[in-house]
């Protein structure tokens, strides 16, 4: 079992910066990759970023890449979402999640914070 918790939420403003972290627990070393997905009012839940657990390997979608970093510090088992130039239309729910030993699903997920950016 792996455990999630985001914190780092808040309301900024647009072109704020913002920094979200992913503290986990549990079977830590079981990680493979984690991921950050986010959910706004009324839409589906989409993907942000995603890092792998050992080799550091990003990935962004295409509406964050060149804005948002994700990075990771093995050493305190946490993950973090960088967000820079931040857009209203950033504004969800942020999830982290996490798969293990490598299979593709995303079994294990945070409770979320919550992002607002006012315009």
């Known amino acids: 079992q792996v455990q999630l918790v985001e914190s780092g939420g808040g309301l900024v403003q647009a072109g704020d910066s913002l920094r979200l972290s992913c503290a986990a627990s549990g079977r830590t070393s079981s990680m493979y990759h984690i991921a950050w997905f986010r959910q706004a009012p009324g839409k589906e839940r989409e993907f942000v970023a995603a890092?792998?657990?050992?080799?550091?390997?990003?990935s962004y979608a295409a509406s964050v890449k060149g804005r948002f970093t994700i990075s990771k510090d093995n050493a305190k088992n946490t993950v973090y979402l960088q967000m820079n130039s931040l857009k209203p239309e950033d504004t969800a729910v942020y999830y982290c999640a996490a798969t293990v030993e490598r299979r593709a699903s995303y079994d294990y997920w945070g409770q979320g914070t919550q992002v607002t950016v006012s315009s």
């Open positions: 890092i792998n657990w050992s080799g550091g390997s990003t």
